[in-house]
């Protein structure tokens, strides 16, 4: 007959072989789950193309419902009225000389980043690439280009009339600036808008008849899509411009375009000094 002792240790040793299986099991499913994640994360985020929330590319035009004398006509020298330009902005804008722009190659003053979105006529916007957004004016014949990523940084070198820009999606939130509601009291597309941030552009122009700002100005805009109860499809663009130079404080605006069904209005034309 075998002892109560004999019969212990035994039993420990099957309770123990027991623990070491289950142990066994439980460190292999979170092994394989430790892998699925680790290959998931593994997994590139999508690209600012895929992960866009709102789609603003094709054809649109401006609508133009407000500041009629700004937008659709040069308006007299030295009518800068809502701007809150400082002593040194309003001397520039009364010497505002639109021959002279003209000989100097600068034409294309008023087509700049803090005031082309303004300009009346048609927006073209596609992607170039995975990370890039264009947008090209017809009315002075401009294309700016959106930089999404890591790499966004201005480059070294020569300043240009639509500056560099750095673009980032924003979910959509109550914290979110730039448009809200859509015209008519329409709600926003669900999802997001575009934030872009620009700078190292040339010194240009807010208003066609000469109201400067600089090239330290940063200008930051949000893009916001919406939608009319008759199906209509429109964005909004919230306009901010800062500029320590020729500004007392930020210079806000804000632009609305409704989209075509196609380019068959499309019409390039060149930038004008007057």
């Known amino acids: 007959?075998?002892?109560?002792?004999?019969?212990?240790?035994?039993?420990?040793l099957r309770s123990l072989r027991n623990i070491f299986s289950a142990c066994s099991a439980i460190s292999a499913v979170a092994f394989s789950a430790l892998s699925a994640f680790s290959a998931v994360s593994a997994q590139p985020p999508p690209g600012a193309r895929a992960a866009a929330p709102i789609d603003l590319t094709g054809y649109w035009v401006s609508i133009v419902t407000e500041d009629w004398?700004?937008?659709?006509?040069t308006p007299r020298k030295g009518d800068y009225s809502s701007v809150p330009l400082n002593a040194a902005a309003r001397r520039a804008a009364d010497a505002w000389d639109p021959a002279k722009d003209a000989a100097d190659g600068n034409a294309c003053r008023s087509y700049g980043v803090g005031n082309i979105m303004r300009v009346a006529g048609r927006v073209h916007v596609t992607w170039q690439d995975e990370e890039t957004l264009k947008i090209e004016t017809d009315a002075g014949t401009q294309t700016r280009l959106l930089h999404f990523g890591d790499a966004a940084q201005p480059p070294a070198g020569d300043r240009s009339w639509q500056g560099y820009s750095v673009a980032r999606w924003q979910p959509a939130g109550p914290q979110r600036r730039g448009g809200g509601a859509g015209r008519g009291g329409a709600p926003p597309v669900r999802g997001g808008s575009l934030k872009v941030v620009t700078t190292h552009m040339k010194p240009g122009y807010l208003r066609k008849n000469g109201v400067p700002y600089s090239e330290n100005a940063t200008v930051t805009e949000y893009l916001d899509r919406h939608a009319e109860p008759n199906g209509d499809q429109w964005f909004t663009v919230t306009t901010i411009?800062?500029?320590?130079?020729?500004?007392?404080?930020?210079?806000?605006?804000?632009?609305?375009?409704?989209?075509?069904?196609?380019?068959?209005?499309w019409r390039p034309t060149a930038c004008t000094a007057e």
């Open 241 to 265: 411009v800062e500029d320590p130079t020729f500004l007392d404080e930020p210079f806000v605006t804000s632009s609305h375009f409704k989209k075509e069904r196609d380019g068959a209005k």
């Open 1 to 12: 007959m075998r002892s109560t002792s004999d019969e212990q240790p035994r039993s420990s």
């Open 69 to 73: 004398r700004y937008r659709m006509m």
